[in-house]
């Protein structure tokens, strides 16, 4: 299993690294503009990619353990959002690409492998 930092993301994407609060390796991504989604996953210390800046995003990835959340598309972050991250020790970071563009590049360093049928 790939693990990775979020250094290690901030130099794939270009991406700024809004807050820091944690050295948690990140081992997976999942993406989704759906947070009821985001709910559904199994995975651990994952980056939590969204398109979205509003606090569900964040008490999202608080629920599900994710010590990461990548925002995309250039959204401004409110601050209520960075607040949140904060409070809960949550890594945020944002980037230009679009959610699309963020997790083809993303596959870089998560490379994906294909399922058996």
């Known amino acids: 299993m790939t693990s990775v930092t979020i250094h290690d993301i901030q130099k794939t994407l270009d991406c700024e690294i809004l807050y820091e609060a944690n050295t948690t390796p990140i081992k997976g991504v999942v ?6 989604d985001v709910l559904t996953t199994e995975m651990e210390d ?13 008490r999202t990835a608080y629920m ?3 010590p990461s959340i990548l925002v995309t598309n250039a959204k401004q972050v409110p601050p209520d959002f960075l607040e949140l991250c904060q409070a809960h020790h949550i890594n945020l970071l944002r980037t230009d690409y ?7 590049l993303l596959g870089e360093l998560f490379p994906v492998k294909r399922r058996q049928r």
Do not use: K, R
């Open 46 to 58: 994952f980056l939590l990619v969204c398109n979205l800046a509003n606090a569900q995003v964040v």
């Open 64 to 66: 599900v353990g994710a």
């Open 98 to 104: 679009s959610l699309f563009e963020a997790c083809v």
């Open 31 to 36: 993406a989704s503009g759906l947070m009821s």
